[in-house]
């Protein structure tokens, strides 16, 4: 199996969910390592980060890991610290804020593929 690290970015999330990572079916699974979320807005806002699964599933289950967590303007929030999520095949991780294109997300992973 071959590991290889990599970082996903998405810049403006607003008020409408968004997709940052899907584990594709290529990949084996996908090691969560970090999670650094930036308001980019003139003020504070409160963010969600969640996991969507397959509909096709019915044993899993979509899930919120943070939600409507305050971030100061011109402020981060690291989310995780040393712990590690693991998203099978074709799980998405997702994220929302309460303004307008107010989010920028950073992701680090390290996608197992065999």
Same mark, same amino acid.
């Given at each position: 199996? @071959? &590991? ?9 999330? =607003?008020? +409408?969910?968004?997709?940052?990572? %899907? /584990? ?13 979320? @930036? &308001? ?9 980060? =969640?996991? +969507?699964?397959?509909?096709?599933? %019915? /044993? ?33 991780? %997702? /994220? ?19």
């Amino acid at each position: 199996m @071959a &590991n290889t690290f990599k970082l996903k970015s998405t810049s403006n999330v =607003g008020v +409408t969910t968004v997709g940052i990572y %899907t /584990a594709t079916s290529s990949v084996t699974a996908t090691v969560v390592i970090g999670i650094t979320l @930036a &308001n980019i807005s003139g003020s504070g806002i409160h963010v969600g980060i =969640g996991i +969507t699964r397959p509909t096709a599933e %019915t /044993a899993k289950q979509n899930i919120k890991l943070i939600k409507d967590v305050p971030i100061p303007q011109g402020s981060s929030f690291e989310f995780m610290q040393g712990n590690k999520i693991v998203l099978e095949q074709n799980d998405t991780l %997702t /994220a929302v804020s309460d303004v307008s294109n107010s989010l920028d997300v950073a992701l680090t992973i390290m996608e197992i593929t065999p």
